[in-house]
């Protein structure tokens, strides 16, 4: 068996990508067929020995898309997204011409129904210059639907072909109801009645909502492949080599498994690699979620993209190319993108047989009339009266309308949800997994606990200031911070010196000789560590980090410094248990502290130790089970998780990766706004249900009545007039009920 990727062209709505899986997946030997819409890639599967790939282009072809065989390079990424920003901005300038056109034209033509009729120019009035009125309407309905002619280029082919999608409906509806308006303007000098009959606004409107809410969906389109670029970034282009004691600036792709290569302070860490010489703190914290640098020494292991905080090392590269952990993360991401096919619309769904029955319906409607006797022109307006009642303008705005409500009520309780798709899956979440750090937590490590003996707290924190001045580490900025807010000045320093991998020592001023640090940094220069041992071993136990701080031989105090959960945290976790939503602690911290931090926000289960891999895999693992998956995370390290998960929810005050590879950013970076993430879906869904519901009791009542049933019975024949009357009545009622939305509180 052999598996492939292929980039799908033409594609425009889950209609689109069903109708692909459905035809690859009759193919004699293809085991397994998934198509994502978002990042418009089909996944296949199949016996090679069976189907070839020129088959499966061409039987793809042949229900009207374009399908290539997908390969990776970063010059093709580069183009894609020219390609995308390119289209996006065609999208919108056609959308903003669209509505000049269009806001006249709803002036015009709806203007005189208004309550207090709206002043209309003597040469445009409807009874005394019916022709004007009509030829006007005309004039500015064209522009519109050449500018939204991509319904049409899109929706006829995908009928023709037997794979009617939303473009059909929204080509179909709309060009029934313009051509009957062309035909009506035509007829206006035999008879000026006809000019009650034009249906051009309605046409022009429903174009131009439709084309408002594709280029939302496009706007948001493509920003998992954003991630991966940025992801990609991290590890540097070029790399110190050491040849022959002498250091050259090579490219990255020139390193080969057991070069050396020199990390010097400041710089990113190229490639996967062993420690040969040296020592530094490195910041990991982008790739495996760790608050804090880890101290690196010779026989350490460090990670391509990672930050060398201080120090200076040489590395020994062992892992190039494809197999580096950065490029498996990446891996990992496409991967996940691949298996999370999108939801298909309830509208897509019956698109496929909604279309061709109202043409079958109209079609047969005016033959049985013909049967029985009537003309020509009586059977045409049954024909257009059952095609413009059943324009489906209703469904295709029942969904849409809702989510771009939805999505709105979101952004204002900054909640920023990407898709239709990521609105419609957070109702069905019934697990939520949650990062640690910067999600549960702060992300930033504080000063919780000050020990002293012999030394004022206040005298404590100005030594222990002094002596950290000089350093970057984050703990010696917790250090500071807490040092500046209860006001202790920190003592000038005549020296300084970094000991990479224990802690700091300095020489005060006022030639105090101070080392701060951890434990083995105290054993050495302090003749009295012991007596401090155990109580550093209980703030160890709480999740916290203690550093000695010895002055003149003498350990005076331990500051102690930890990483505090959110103030919302537990009430937000609470929140989701109400729900009846099981909640995960996922970190890749050691599993001390995170049964402390698990314990204090009263999640469900805790899994630490885990590394970027295991995380979607363990996200990979709970969707086995059945369960449906929300992925709330803030770093790097999370973005295959988040891509994994049915729906990946990401801390506003994450990297810009995880952001770019949730569908879900919570800005104000509270958990307490994933509870009203779930709460917005749900009310979003329940609304979008009420909405189809209206749009099909419309079409099952308005379609019979259209098609001429009554007419034995009452002599009642329904003019096309009141059916384009009862379809704008229709969408009005839609959208009117999605705007209910907006007064909702989350």
């Known amino acids: ?190 008879n000026m009645e006809h000019v009650h009959q034009l249906y051009y606004e309605s046409a022009a409107v429903v174009v131009t909502l439709v084309m408002l809410g594709k280029y939302m969906e496009k706007r948001s389109k493509g920003k998992t492949s954003e991630a991966i670029r940025k992801l990609m970034a991290l590890a540097p282009d070029t790399a110190v080599l050491l040849i022959d004691g002498a250091e050259r600036e090579v490219p990255v792709e020139q390193l080969e498994p057991g070069n050396i290569i020199v990390i010097r302070s400041g710089a990113r860490i190229p490639l996967d690699g062993i420690i040969v010489s040296g020592s530094g703190s490195v910041d990991e914290s982008m790739l495996t979620g760790e608050s804090l640098p880890v101290d690196k020494e010779a026989g350490s292991e460090v990670i391509g993209g990672s930050l060398n905080y201080d120090g200076l090392f040489q590395v020994k590269v062992t892992r190039t190319g494809s197999d580096t952990t950065l490029a498996k993360i990446v891996q990992l991401m496409e991967d996940a993108q691949g298996k999370k096919a999108p939801i298909s619309k309830i509208a897509d769904k019956v698109a496929g047989y909604f279309v061709p029955a109202v043409m079958v319906i109209a079609f047969a409607a005016a033959v049985i009339w013909l049967l029985t006797g009537k003309d020509f022109s009586f059977a045409l307006r049954i024909f257009v009266s059952v095609l413009v009642i059943a324009c489906p303008c209703a469904l295709g705005l029942a969904t849409p309308t809702a989510i771009m409500v939805g999505t709105g009520l979101g952004a204002q309780n900054g909640i920023l949800v990407k898709s239709g798709e990521a609105l419609e899956l957070a109702q069905q979440v019934d697990t939520v997994v949650l990062d640690k750090t910067g999600t549960i937590t702060e992300g930033k490590p504080k000063v919780i606990t000050i020990l002293h003996d012999g030394i004022e707290r206040g005298e ?123 909640v995960y602690m996922l970190t890749g911290d050691n599993r001390y502290t995170a049964e402390y931090i698990g314990a204090q926000a009263r999640v469900d289960e805790v899994v630490a130790e885990v590394l970027p891999q295991d995380k979607a895999g363990m996200i990979e693992e709970l969707q086995k089970q059945g369960k449906r998956v929300m992925m709330v995370g803030d770093g790097i390290n999370d973005a295959p998780a988040l891509v994994q998960a049915e729906v990946g929810c990401a801390i506003g005050s994450g990297s810009d990766i995880a952001i770019d590879s949730a569908d879900i950013v919570l800005m104000k970076s509270d958990l307490m706004d994933v509870h009203r993430a779930i709460r917005l879906s749900r009310m979003t869904i329940r609304n979008i249900r009420q909405n189809l519901f209206w749009a099909f009791f419309y079409n099952t009542v308005g379609i019979p009545v259209a098609a001429g049933l009554l007419y034995p019975f009452t002599k009642t024949l329904l003019s096309p007039m009141i059916g384009g009357f009862a379809m704008s009545l229709s969408s009005v009622c839609v959208v009117s009920n999605a705007l209910r939305l907006r007064f909702k509180k989350l």
């Open 1 to 190: 068996m052999k598996q492939e990727v292929y980039k799908i062209t033409g594609m425009s709505c889950a209609a689109c990508s069903s109708a692909v899986e459905r035809v690859t997946r009759k193919m004699d030997g293809v085991a397994r067929s998934d198509v994502n819409l978002t990042t418009t890639k089909m996944r296949i599967e199949y016996d090679e020995t069976k189907v070839t790939p020129e088959l499966i282009i061409a039987k793809i072809e042949k229900a009207g898309f374009g399908a290539e065989i997908f390969t990776d390079d970063a010059e093709k990424r580069r183009q894609e997204a020219k390609d995308q920003e390119k289209e996006l901005k065609n999208s919108r300038r056609r959308l903003i011409l669209a509505i000049i056109f269009a806001a006249p034209l709803l002036y015009l033509s709806m203007g005189h129904m208004m309550p207090f009729p709206m002043p209309v120019p003597k040469a445009f009035h409807m009874t005394e210059h019916p022709m004007t009125f009509a030829v006007a309407q005309l004039i500015l309905t064209v522009p519109i639907l050449i500018f939204g002619r991509n319904f049409y280029i899109h929706g006829f082919p995908a009928l023709l072909k037997g794979n009617p999608n939303m473009d059909s409906l929204v080509a179909i509806g709309t060009m029934a109801a313009f051509l009957y308006s062309l035909v009506m303007t035509i007829l206006i000098p035999k």
């Open 460 to 582: 404590l924190l100005a030594v222990a200031a002094g002596a950290e001045a000089g350093s970057e580490h984050p703990l010696a900025k917790a250090i500071l911070f807490e040092a500046q807010v209860i006001g202790a000045e920190a003592y000038k320093v005549s020296e300084f010196r970094n000991l990479a991998g224990y802690g700091v020592y300095a020489k005060l001023a006022d030639n105090r000789e101070v080392y701060l640090g951890k434990a083995g940094l105290a054993k050495e220069y302090s003749n009295n560590a012991e007596d401090w041992q155990e109580r550093a071993s209980g703030l160890a136990s709480k999740g916290q980090t203690p550093m000695y701080v010895v002055v003149d031989g003498k350990t005076v105090g331990i500051i102690s410094v930890a990483d505090p959960i959110k103030e919302t945290s537990a009430a937000a976790i609470d929140a989701l248990k109400k729900d009846g939503v099981r």
